[in-house]
């Protein structure tokens, strides 16, 4: 993976580092973390923020604690790739520290998303990060493979291939962008209209395209159908733009 | 073969009503109302008055004067704002439909139904022109107005059918009424969006307006970023992780799982490898 690294996660790169080398540098704070449980820490970490003070050290302190587990994730996902280096890990990892401080720290509600009503180990919260961190990564890693415009650069970082990276980055962002847009103006559309959503469902998300199909699955007329499925594309249509005005301001 | 200007015609009943009113004495407050939202109708619509801007005073003056202020400020205080709000969102949701509805009549209903709730909100404009004429602190109607109004010309693009009929109201209003009139202005030049809606072919004249809008141009952007989902995304991996994916996202990804490997093994791969 890190043939291709892409620019991006060049800049998570030093991102971490600079967490990373306060980290090291802070030896009598890191020290003095030690006899601290995970839960305390990061309680540390959390005050520390919110009282508006620097909390780069305790972070640093309690991700090192975690960084083995993280490995572990990262080699179980290369397993279910088929592909990865030892590498990746110190990248990944890096990553994911990355995410837990630009947006998992406010995240994070102490409670358990999978196991209601049971409290949430920040751990199991990092390690999450670093397991989507190395999908999303490996999912990046087979597009950029796949993409017919990477040619014989491949292990190089020329101008023209991190430009390339930055492109292809941009897109991604843009994409899951949209996809997140796409599910909200979806999921309004089942709240509001249920009987056109599921004929969108069944015509788009079922690949039925066809408005004989639909009408059988749906077990309504093929005029309906069609007038379902109309229907339904003006409301998305609205809903994206209403939603994406929102987004932006 | 041209008949009388409709406008006139429309507005013929207030003037007869304001000069019954002239030189009474009104205390009820729901003819308190009906005496201030048409003497603010026609403040507004100078064009409209009986003889002409220059007459304003000798036709609404006399009105307002009948008008005891604490008869105007019962009125104001008898509006029910979030029965109102409901009254626009509806009229909002009613001109989406005529977009939508498969016959002329059923268009019809819903656009006059539509017109008459968005004209529910201008004869509020009237009534706090009238306030303002007659120098009565319009403050309790603005916060009611504020309540009535929030986000909702924001939403504006929801009423492009109403368009044509929009523009011929927006055109009787005075020049510095239709600044503040979103329920018949915002976006009332957009006759694009009916067909950015439907997902047809722009004529030409969309075209010239798209190239000129940047509402428009936004609009359409935004309609463009997906239409149907490509593919499993990031967002929906992390809800399955969470357990939070609906069942409708689930069903896509199943179905799409079987075709596309690339998300198929994303979504093995989060639910094979268990961080808990």
Redesign the interface.
């Known amino acids: 993976m890190a043939a291709v690294r892409t620019p991006m996660l060049t800049v998570n790169l030093s991102y971490a580092s600079r967490v990373s080398v306060r980290s090291g540098r802070a030896r009598s704070p890191m020290s003095s973390f030690a006899s601290l449980p995970d839960a305390e820490l990061f309680e540390l970490v959390l005050s520390t923020r919110a009282a508006g003070r620097d909390a780069n050290t305790a972070i640093g302190a309690l991700c090192e604690r975690w960084r083995r587990p993280a490995g572990v994730v990262v080699r179980r996902i290369q397993a279910s790739y088929r592909t990865g280096s030892p590498d990746d890990e110190a990248e990944l990892y890096q990553e994911a520290v990355r995410k837990f401080v630009e947006k998992g720290l406010d995240q994070f509600r102490g409670a358990s998303e999978v196991h209601p009503g049971q409290a949430a180990s920040p751990k199991t919260f990092f390690l999450r990060i670093v397991k989507h961190a190395a999908i999303d990564a490996y999912r990046k890693q087979r597009d950029l493979l796949e993409d017919p415009h990477e040619g014989d650069e491949e292990h190089s970082e020329s101008p023209h291939q991190v430009g390339h990276a930055v492109g292809l980055a941009r897109r991604e962002e843009e994409r899951e962008g949209a996809a997140d847009l796409y599910w909200a103006a979806f999921a309004r559309l089942e709240r509001e209209h249920p009987n056109e959503a599921s004929a969108w469902e069944a015509y788009h998300h079922l690949d039925l395209e066809d408005h004989e199909a639909c009408a059988k699955h749906l077990g309504i007329t093929v005029a309906n159908s069609y007038k379902r499925v109309s229907r339904a594309q003006a409301h998305l249509r609205l809903f994206l733009m209403e939603l994406d005005e929102t987004r932006e301001t | 073969m041209s008949g009388p200007d409709p406008a006139n015609v429309r507005f013929d009943q207030h003037h007869a009503d304001l000069r019954a009113a002239a030189g009474t004495s009104i205390v009820d407050p729901e003819r308190a109302g009906v005496v201030l939202t048409m003497a603010g109708d026609l403040l507004r619509r100078s064009a409209c008055r009986a003889s002409g801007s220059d007459e304003a005073s000798k036709e609404i003056e006399p009105a307002l004067a009948a008008v005891g202020r604490e008869a105007a400020l019962a009125y104001v205080a008898s509006l029910d704002a979030k029965r109102l709000r409901a009254t626009l969102l509806g009229a909002f949701e009613d001109a989406?439909e005529a977009?939508?509805a498969?016959t002329k009549e059923e268009r019809s209903l819903f656009a006059d139904g539509a017109l008459l709730a968005l004209s529910t909100r201008d004869h509020l404009a009237s009534v706090r022109a009238a306030l303002v004429w007659s120098e009565v602190d319009p403050a309790a109607l603005d916060e009611k107005l504020r309540i009535i109004d929030e986000g909702l010309a924001?939403?504006a693009?929801?009423l492009a059918v109403l368009n044509p009929r929009r523009r011929d109201e927006l055109s009787l209003l005075d020049a510095d009424a239709r600044g503040e009139a979103f329920w018949f202005g915002d976006r009332a030049g957009c006759d694009a969006l009916l067909a950015?809606?439907?997902?047809r072919p722009l004529n030409k004249g969309d075209e010239a307006h798209l190239a000129s809008c940047e509402a428009c141009q936004?609009?359409a952007?935004?309609?463009g970023?997906?239409?149907?989902?490509?593919?499993v995304?990031?967002?929906?991996?992390?809800r399955i992780?969470?357990?939070?994916a609906?069942a409708?996202?689930l069903?896509?990804v199943e179905?799409?799982a079987k075709?596309c490997k690339?998300c198929a093994?994303?979504v093995?791969?989060?639910r094979?490898?268990d961080?808990?």
Do not use: C, Q, W
Not at chain 2, 196 to 199: K, L, Q, S, V
Not at chain 2, 225 to 231: D, I, K, L, N, Q
């Open positions: 989406f977009m939508l498969d924001a939403r693009r929801m950015i809606y439907t997902n936004r609009d952007k935004s309609v970023y997906a239409v149907r989902p490509a593919h995304s990031a967002m929906i991996l992390r992780e969470d357990g939070a609906t409708t996202e069903r896509f179905h799409h075709g690339a093994v994303a093995e791969a989060v094979a490898v961080v808990d």
